[in-house]
T-cell receptor, first 113, second 111 residues
Framework: DAMVIQNPRYQVTQFGKPVTLSCSQT?????MYWYQQKSSQAPKLLFH???????NEADTPDNFQSRRPNTSFCFLDIRSPGLGDAAMYLC????????????FGSGTRLTVV | TQLLEQSPQFLSIQEGENLTVYCNSS?????LQWYRQEPGEGPVLLVT?????EVKKLKRLTFQFGDARKDSSLHITAAQPGDTGLYLC???????????FGSGTQLTVLP
């Protein structure tokens, strides 16, 4: 089945140690998004790629970066994770032009120790 | 980007009871989506409403879009423990149609 896959499901990293989360899709959607969701809160958009164009939200910390080497893959890099970066990170895809909803991955739960 | 306010924030009910969740904005929505998110999973789209006054049903779930397209509600009839989850309203905006979520309603249905 076409889907959005996030790896790993759970990631533990040390304070200040760079970490990369990955997302892949088989939907051939042109837009990929990264959201951060903290406990009991709604997902918050960090940035998105519209094809190869990177779009950062104004309040996304510089500590967060993203790469999209091709249509299928998108990565979230956290350069120096702090305790406050512990959260669920959700990847989503969409095909702009249709009005159907996003397809979300199952998320990566990041713990910073 | 519009601010979407949901109420209540938390709701705990017994199996078989009915409930309504609300999503409000001070501005007009072009369309609105409702998602359900279970623990440890990503949100799953339930419905998209587009037309003012529109009512959509999905089994025991009834979604309504306000006439002025500034508010929406989700009504669940005879709630079941499987309905437990975080319910999110959301609006798509921007050139990439990015989602902005409401504050969410955490629903717990007790057996």
């Amino acid at each position: 089945d076409a889907m959005v896959i996030q790896n790993p499901r759970y990631q533990v990293t040390q304070f200040g140690k760079p970490v990369t989360l990955s997302c892949s899709q088989t939907l051939n959607h042109n837009v990929m998004y990264w959201y951060q969701q903290k406990s009991s809160q709604a997902p918050k958009l960090l940035f998105h790629y519209y094809d190869k164009d990177f779009n950062n939200e104004a309040d996304t910390p510089d500590n967060f970066q993203s790469r999209r080497p091709n249509t299928s893959f998108c990565f979230l890099d956290i350069r120096s994770p702090g305790l406050g970066d512990a959260a669920m990170y959700l990847c989503a895809t969409s095909s702009v032009g249709g009005d159907y909803g996003y397809t979300f991955g199952s998320g990566t739960r990041l713990t910073v120790v | 980007t519009q601010l979407l306010e949901q109420s209540p924030q938390f709701l705990s009910i017994q199996e078989g009871e009915n409930l309504t969740v609300y999503c409000n904005s001070s501005s007009v929505f072009s369309s609105l989506q409702w998602y359900r998110q279970e623990p440890g999973e990503g949100p799953v789209l339930l419905v998209t409403v587009v037309t003012g006054g529109e009512v959509k049903k999905l089994k025991r779930l009834t979604f309504q879009f306000g006439d002025a397209r500034k508010d929406s509600s989700l009504h669940i009839t005879a709630a079941q423990p499987g309905d437990t989850g975080l319910y999110l309203c959301a609006q798509r905006s921007g050139s990439a149609r990015q989602l902005t979520f409401g504050s969410g309603t955490q629903l717990t249905v007790l057996p």
